[in-house]
């Protein structure tokens, strides 16, 4: 008897031992999968991370190159036209002419060039290439080129194209110089414009996406022209085998390359684009990888911050279900344990789908087919907005609150569910609030249980969100569009009306006064467009318009240069932007041809301030130095451009007085129609 009962007991002693020998094995498959699961997931989403990363800095890179080469275009192309007007006005005179030319015609082209802000000086070439003319700073002598470089500018020259000499850094100047010009196919003369390279590469700089990005202006040879950042010496060419270089002499239009800084070897993407209307130039426009590699980790940041979590979480959960199972297999729990854990298994499934709806804000609901009672979640009551002795209800009081133009489309796609037509349905319509407002909600439902037989739905289950939020932002941003729309067809109109209203002596003149106007109009407009179309600061609304007429960054120094501002600050409405920026085109110009800005010792002084009691923006343009005005004999273009935008536009007033020490211009402009909200 005792032999037959130790039987049972070594049995059962020996069922613990072979049970532990799978165990082990299934733990280290779960805790494989637990890890080495999720770690490649968070590598593959690394990886997708950084692809995208790359790509849309290429976007980026791409799209900045495109607005450079836009711009490198229009400078070329104007500076072009400007070198060819100078050459056309020096067709009556001989070499000889040009070499024995006096003062007068010097300071006539000096004068002329003066007005452009990037000309520091200009050149006019035999045609072998030696020096006929100078004028500008050229004639003081400093900026004059090495030996050379005209006559192989000359000697380069195609039929046809802009001149395109080398960049250089004359001695004492403190930036480079890039030769350009026009040829007289006839007299085989040529005019240099010498231009501010330093200038031109801030310009370049302005259209970049990220702060360490660069930005290059070179010509297809390799000879760099300007650049964002800036240089004091030119550098050297860049190498044939430079892949900017390769794709340029394989004929590219347009593209991005991987590459690497001349300068320290450092990895880059580039994108370039070459120069429309002149195939010997193209802009290059880079970012370094380490820059690229910095916002994918930034990007990559939330990505870990989930991930790494989830891996320890699950290491964690595969421990604790090892444990379990250890204790199962240990123990041999029966049936109604392996049940009850089960069910507690089910519950903890429910429980996270549970919480997954709640964080996502999403409403239940679920109707029986054959009753059409509902019975809907908390959330679900609190969107369709019903008391909680509602949970369950006829699905009837959900479709009379539907809004009458949605309510035949709902009621027919629920229709066919219910008939077994369509396994799910998603609708999105407006429903009557508690409030009686209208909301927008989305709902969605398919078939959970269906007759086995007739395979008509027993019973359906579905989910309801509140995406009224959504709905109006989207709504909203069709408005924005719309007001874009606007504005460009105000702007069109503008231009229309610069084009008409100008009169001019000379088609030179016509388009020179033409060129001024779009330009502060279109100044404006880059100024609305980089504060986001919310209006827009006086004083960098003045510091802009006096730009071309040697303000720029010094204006904020009363007392030192040619311009002082002084008023409180002060953002201009969207709508009145570039109506005061008109009035100040024309103020500057006016001064510039008759008043002090025509003499170096003339100064211009322009103060505001805001008159709350009299709910006034008041502005006073003033100017010292320059000749003594005399009354205007008749009303000018410019005059009816400043009175119809002040009086006419902008609901307005102006006045204009003529004293010994210069003009003095007082405007007063309605707050409500000027200044900006908040």
Known sequence: MNELASRPQAAAAERPEAARRPVAARLVVLIAGA???????????????????????????????????EYAERLVEGHARVAARIAESLAVHDDAALRAVGT????????????????????????????????????????????????????????????????????????????????????????????????????????????????ALLRTDGAILARHPGFADPPPPLAPDRPLMAALGAGLAAGTIEGT??????????????????????????????????????????????????????LGLALVVRRQQRTLELALAGLEQRVAERTASLQEGEDRLRVAIEAGRFGTWETDARTGMTTRSPRALEIFGLPPDQAVGPASDWAARIHPADRERV????????????????????????????????????????????????????????????????????LLTQEVNHRARNTLAIVQAILRLTRAASPAEFARLVEGRVAA?????????????????????????????GGGDEVYRPGENRFALDG???????????????????????????????????????????????GLLRIRWSETGGPVPSLPKHRGVGSRVIEATINGQLGGAVERRWPEQGLVCEIALPLAKTRAPG
């Open 568 to 614: 409180p600050p002060l953002r201009v409405r969207a709508e009145a932007v570039q109506a005061l920026g008109m009035v100040f085109h024309e103020l500057a110009t006016n001064a510039a041809k008759h008043g002090a800005l025509s003499v170096p010792e003339g100064r211009v002084s322009v103060t505001w301030r805001v008159d709350e009691a009299a």
């Open 104 to 215: 007068e015609l010097r300071e006539s082209i000096a004068r002329f060039i003066g007005e452009l802000p990037l000309v520091r000086g200009a050149v006019v070439l035999d045609a072998v290439g030696d020096v006929l003319l100078l004028t500008g700073e050229a004639e003081a002598g400093w900026t004059r080129a090495p030996v050379g470089t005209y006559a192989a500018m000359l000697r380069e020259a195609q039929p046809g194209r802009v001149l395109l000499g080398a960049a250089y850094r004359p001695p004492g100047f403190n930036g480079p110089l890039l030769p350009l010009g026009q040829r007289d196919p006839v007299r085989g003369r040529a005019v240099i414009l010498l231009l501010d390279g330093a200038r031109i590469g801030t310009a370049l700089g302005r259209n970049v996406g990220g702060e360490d990005d660069s930005a």
């Open 521 to 549: 109009l279109a100044r404006a407009q880059a100024l609305l467009a980089a504060e986001r179309w919310t209006g827009a600061p006086l004083e960098t609304l003045l510091s802009d318009e006096m730009a071309p007429y």
């Open 35 to 69: 890890v080495l699961l999720p770690a490649l997931i968070l590598m593959v989403a690394g990886w997708a991370s950084w692809r995208g990363t790359w790509a849309e800095a290429g976007r980026e890179l791409a799209r900045a190159a495109e607005i450079n080469a």
């Open 411 to 478: 009621l027919a796609a629920w229709e066919r569910l219910l008939a077994g037509r369509a396994p799910n349905y998603r609708e999105e319509y407006r429903f009557r609030g508690p409030d009686g407002g209208w909301r927008w909600l989305e709902s969605t439902a398919a078939v959970v249980r269906a007759d086995p037989v007739t395979g008509l739905p027993i019973r359906c289950a579905g989910t309801v969100q509140d995406f009224t939020d959504r709905h109006e932002a989207e709504a909203r941003r069709e």
């Open 261 to 314: 800084t001349p300068r320290d070897g450092a990895p880059v993407l580039v994108a370039f684009r070459r120069v429309e209307g002149a195939p010997q130039l193209a802009v290059a426009v880079s970012r370094r990888r380490a820059a690229i590699a910095a916002q994918w980790r930034t990007a990559m940041l939330p990505v870990l911050g989930i991930g790494l979590p989830a891996i320890l979480g699950l």
